[in-house]
């Protein structure tokens, strides 16, 4: 970690992507996308502390499934009017439309287990009663008393 005033500890992209579990490619490409504006020196990225709670919005928003414009937008209305009413309502809003889809979603992977569930005791079932077909079973039977002929022939013993 790199130290700037006493109040203000800067991170390098090394220490922000161990810290959150994410490759440096990661966070340039947040940076690509207007998400994350690190501070320069020369070559090196510096991220604030600001830049750290950023990205964990960020990585929050992605893993409930918002795509990163949306969460670009939510957080640039942020930056413009934080906790405005017009950024909650619309920050209220884009969560409510996100949980319906996440609960229809839900109900396709509950209906897609439930078909698999019942594919897989038809499955079970089958398996478990299935018979060979006759010609199976009369040509294992033909194939074992030929066995068995051949095999008193070599021991001496009378077949059954």
Do not use: N
Not at 112 to 119: H, V
Request: hydrophobic share 40%; net charge neutral.
């Amino acid at each position: 970690m790199a130290q700037t005033a006493p109040s203000e500890t800067l991170y390098s992209i090394r220490d922000l992507a161990e810290s959150f579990g994410v490759t440096p490619r990661a966070l340039r490409f947040y940076e690509q996308q207007g998400l994350l504006s690190p501070e320069r020196r020369g070559a090196a990225r510096l991220y604030t502390p600001a830049d750290r709670a950023r990205l964990a919005l960020i990585l929050r928003g992605k893993r409930v499934g918002f795509a990163l414009s949306d969460i670009k937008e939510m957080l640039d209305l942020e930056a413009t009017e934080p906790l405005g009413p017009a950024h909650m309502t619309a920050t209220l809003s884009r969560f409510r439309e996100r949980i319906s889809d996440l609960e229809r979603q839900r109900e396709d992977i509950d209906a897609a287990i439930s078909e698999l569930e019942a594919g897989c005791l038809w499955l079970e079932d089958r398996m478990a009663r299935r018979e060979p077909p006759e010609d199976v079973k009369r040509r294992a039977r033909a194939f074992e008393a030929l066995a068995q002929a051949r095999l008193s022939q070599w021991h001496g013993a009378p077949p059954d």
